[in-house]
């Protein structure tokens, strides 16, 4: 089993759409809590993090984080064409040596349709 | 633009070939990733240096290897190229190695082995 599961679509939704993109994690030591986006073939762009259980807002992007489920959320309230691309969540932990590394999810495919 | 470059964009080359990506992170970043994607693995983890010094290592094969160098920028060398090593590789760059989580993403090197 992954420790970062993330299912890879495609989503396709109309323009206006709001979008719900999830991912589940098995490790409760994950306490850094990311959404990349990625165009194809360019470098993942974060869009979002967020640290611990709770929710962040930013324009028409939401992330909600359950650590109690260990479920994370993106949401985008009116999608456009210009949003369709991979979105990768990703989360890391700190280790006694101050390490970090993120671990990704495989990434959902979003096509919003004009 | 994120701030990190990486050279070369494209490069195709033969099995039992080496190659070295090299990738400067972005000003005052100290901490330097290298991930690779391929279509059936996602983004996995290689490594990472902080300030010239290995910090954390992923699923990195032998055949591969990094540095960082004084001046912070870093190369991953590939060596005895196979078929299936075949992907784009990306570096990425932080402040440090307590702010793992805002992790900034180059445009990637796409390596085709033939």
């Known amino acids: 089993q992954k420790e970062v599961e993330q299912d890879p679509g495609p989503l396709s939704v109309p323009e206006g759409a709001i979008v719900s993109l999830n991912c589940t994690y098995s490790n409760s030591a994950f306490q850094y809590f990311m959404w990349y986006r990625q165009y194809s073939r360019k470098g993942p762009e974060l869009l979002m993090y967020t640290y611990s259980s709770g929710n962040k807002e930013d324009g028409r992007f939401t992330a909600q984080v359950d650590k109690s489920s260990k479920y994370i959320s993106l949401f985008i309230r009116d999608s456009q064409p210009s949003d369709s691309a991979t979105y990768l969540c990703?989360?890391?932990?700190?280790?006694?040596?101050?390490?970090?590394?993120?671990?990704f999810g495989s990434g959902t495919r979003l096509q919003v349709q004009p | 633009d994120s701030g990190v470059t990486q050279t070369p964009k494209h490069l195709i080359t033969a099995t039992g070939q080496r190659v070295t990506l090299r990738c400067s992170p972005r000003?005052?970043?100290?901490?330097v990733y290298w991930y690779q994607q391929s279509l059936d693995q996602g983004l996995q983890f290689l490594i990472q240096?902080?300030?010239?010094?290995?910090?954390a290592k992923g699923n990195i094969l032998e055949r591969f290897s990094a540095q960082q160098f004084p001046d912070l920028h870093s190369e991953l060398n590939l060596s005895s190229l196979e078929l299936g090593d075949s992907a784009l590789y990306f570096c990425?760059?932080?402040?440090?190695?307590?702010?793992?989580?805002?992790?900034?993403f180059g445009e990637g090197s796409w390596l085709t082995v033939v």
């Open positions: 000003s005052g970043d100290l901490s």
């Open positions: 990425a760059s932080s402040v440090a190695a307590g702010d793992g989580n805002t992790i900034y």
């Open positions: 240096y902080y300030n010239g010094e290995e910090r």
């Open positions: 990703a989360m890391s932990r700190t280790s006694d040596t101050g390490r970090r590394a993120l671990t």
